[in-house]
């Protein structure tokens, strides 16, 4: 997926939370601690979610990827943890579509680029994540 392409900025404004209802059970940037052992920072935030509730596009986008992951599962990967899913490659989808139905746990890791970032913060702000051209 990070070899394809960059496309077009898509979105405006804000995102949203796929989730409409949940709880926190690990933030981004929270450290992990296994059997007392201090371990890395999360690049994701994994939400305890309503099953059969619907995961919601964060933003206008197109789905690049929508399958089921040995490591995350089901998974919908929107260019801009699922119990089904509702979408395929290559569609266009809006802020707010439904993509698929929540199991009980949805693991949210939002890219620019390769990095992971904070999605709180893209939630926060009307305006939605900066876009500066390069080149």
């Known amino acids: 997926l ?7 900025k898509l979105w405006s404004g804000g995102f949203i939370c796929p ?3 949940y709880l926190i059970l690990l933030d981004f940037g929270q450290v992990k601690v296994t059997n007392g ?7 994701s935030t994994k939400l305890y979610t309503i099953p059969g509730d619907p995961a919601r596009a964060p933003a ?3 789905v690049v990827f929508a399958g089921n992951l ?6 919908v990967v929107i260019d ?10 290559g569609q266009t989808v809006e802020k707010g579509q439904a993509v698929g139905a929540l199991g009980e746990e949805l693991t949210m ?4 680029g390769s990095k992971s970032v904070n999605p709180w913060l893209l939630f926060q702000t009307s305006g939605g ?3 500066r051209e390069n080149g």
């Open 37 to 43: 052992q201090q371990g890395s920072r999360s690049n």
């Open 109 to 112: 890791d939002f890219k620019l």
């Open 60 to 62: 206008d986008g197109v």
């Open 80 to 89: 801009h943890g699922l119990q089904a899913l509702a979408v395929s490659e």
């Open 2 to 8: 990070y070899e394809l392409p960059v496309r077009e």
């Open 70 to 75: 040995a490591l995350t599962g089901n998974t």
């Open 19 to 21: 989730a409409e209802n």
């Open 129 to 131: 994540a900066f876009w």
